[in-house]
Structures are given as C-alpha cells and as structure tokens.
C-alpha cells in the first residue's frame, strides 16, 4: 500500500473515533459508555501513527538498498570473469552444448522476474477500509433496534436468590423490564399483582395479539447484545422503533411467581417518549 494511503488511513481513523467520542454520543451506539477513554486514546494514537509515517525524515529502507546496488567493488570484476570461466568450463564438459551457460542464464531469469513485480500499487480491495472510517466521520450506523430483537429470543434474566424487597407504594410505579421479568416469574409473594407499573423501552411487533416493549442491553459492545422483552396487550401497536412509556397491570398467564407466568401487561396507558442517549441500559422511567 502506498504511503500516502496509509498514512490518509490512519488519520481519518483517528479523527472518526475521536469525532464520535468526543463531540457526540454516537458511540454509545456500538459500545458502553465506560469504553469512552479507550476511544480516546486508541484515536489519539492513530492521528500519532499517521503523523510519523507522514514525517519528512522518514528513512526510506529501499532507497539504500537500491544505491548499495548500483556501486560495485573493486573485485566484482575478477567474480564475473570466474563465474564466466566456470560457465564455459561446464558447457565443454556436457559436450559444448552450453547447458551449464543456460542453465545459469535460466536461473538468472527467474530471479529476474521474481523481482520484477510492482508491489508499490494499492490492491483494489483496499480502498474499502475507508468505507467504516468515513462512515464514522459521516453516517455513523444507527443503534440495534426492532430488525435484530425480532430475530432473537427474550434474555433469561438471572435468578433472584435474596427475597424481594417489598414494592413501594408509588403507582404508577416506575420499574426495568428486568425487574418486572423477575417480579412475574420469581417473586414467590405475588407481590406484582394488580400493581400498576411503568416501564419504558421500544416497539417491536409480535405474532398474533399484541406487541413487545423491548430492551436491548449488552455487556460490552453491540455485539454482545442481548433482548428483554415484555408483551403488551390492550393497545394497537404503534410503529417499531418508536420509544414508549408504557402503564400497565400484569396480564394474567400462567402462575404467578413461577417460571410458567407470563411477561406481560395490559396497558393502560402508552406515551411516545424521546429515545435515551444510552439506549443499551435497562433503566427506569423517570417519573414526570
């Protein structure tokens, strides 16, 4: 690859990690918002590469080796003349046919050719790693939504081994879609019945009644992700993607406190909301 390929690569790389770090929440799109100074550091140390492969003293390694080449000693002349007396001497001794002289001559051939490719071109292929180092300066890729949790099943949320703590008064009452996945299958008090909760996340359709509320979450980075989901009955969907608060009491299914219950809720009531700078977290509502 050329040099300034190269080094154009590595600068626009590190602006785009530091672009997206710095100056927007994008990034919060494809890794936990603890993985921003990494970020940082690894798009300072990129526009660094570049600059010192950019840096005019920058010693050429071939251009020495080409100008050695050029000058020959004082004793080359005396190694031609007795590889040309051994040349001669090999092709009498094979009946004057000269197949040592060719042989020698076909050997010098091929290690002509060897070295007679240009690897100085950029391989085509190549210019595709400007594609997600543009897109990070451009159009960064939007955040996991309705299309990937449609296509994945419902986490299985850990088991609670303490007893629940008693649910608060407050109604309605804000709560993660964990917890509520927890309360429905686990909570052995039945405490959540008939309690009016408020969760938030987005819409994602579901085969036949009703839709999911859903929360994607991830460890790490998008990759790692993994699907919370809560169905709601009593509503028409609105559309997928769109974020919602959504009020509503346990929908009845199975039994209560054991893994037979179903997660879900009848709404009362659903309001879009604006989506969450951090997407990626199961958090409560913020009450109004």
């Known amino acids: 690859m050329k040099r300034f390929v190269q080094v154009g690569l590595l600068l626009l790389a590190g602006l785009g990690l530091l672009h997206t770090s710095l100056f927007t929440d994008e990034y919060l799109r494809f890794v936990k918002a603890g993985m921003r100074p990494l970020l940082i550091a690894s798009g300072v140390l990129l526009i660094g ?37 051994q040349g001669q001497a090999g092709g009498h001794g094979d009946g004057g ?8 001559g076909d050997g ?7 070295h007679g490719h240009d690897h100085s071109r950029v391989p085509r292929v190549a210019w595709l790693l400007f594609l997600p180092v543009l897109s990070l300066l451009f159009y960064a890729p939007p955040a996991l939504g309705s299309y990937t949790a449609s296509r994945e ?9 303490d007893d629940f ?7 309605p009452l804000p709560i993660t879609l964990t917890e509520f996945t927890q309360r429905v299958q686990q909570d052995r008090s039945r405490a959540i019945r008939g309690r009016t909760v408020r969760m938030t996340g987005f819409v994602t359709s579901a085969d036949g009644d009703g839709w999911y509320l859903t929360r994607i979450v991830i460890s790490c980075c998008a990759a790692d992700s993994t699907t919370l989901k809560v169905r ?4 028409t969907a609105p559309k997928a ?6 009020d509503g009491t346990w929908h009845p299914g199975g039994a209560l406190g054991t893994s037979s219950a179903g997660v ?10 604006d989506k969450p700078s951090n997407a990626y977290m199961d958090a409560v509502p913020l009450t109004s």
């Open 108 to 114: 010098d051939g091929e290690g002509g050719h060897g």
């Open 264 to 273: 879900a809720v009848d709404a009362r009531e659903v309001t879009k909301v």
């Open 49 to 85: 590469l570049g600059a010192a492969e950019a840096w005019p003293g920058r010693r050429h390694g071939g251009g020495t080796h080409a100008h050695g080449d050029d000058h020959s000693g004082p004793g080359d002349d005396h190694d031609h003349g007795r590889a040309d007396a």
């Open 97 to 104: 046919h000269g197949d040592g002289g060719r042989k020698a």
């Open 165 to 171: 703590d008693p649910l608060p008064a407050t109604s």
């Open 232 to 235: 709601v009955y009593g509503t």
């Open 241 to 246: 993607d769109t974020w919602v608060t959504v």
């Open 153 to 161: 099943p419902a986490k299985v949320v850990a088991v609670q081994e």
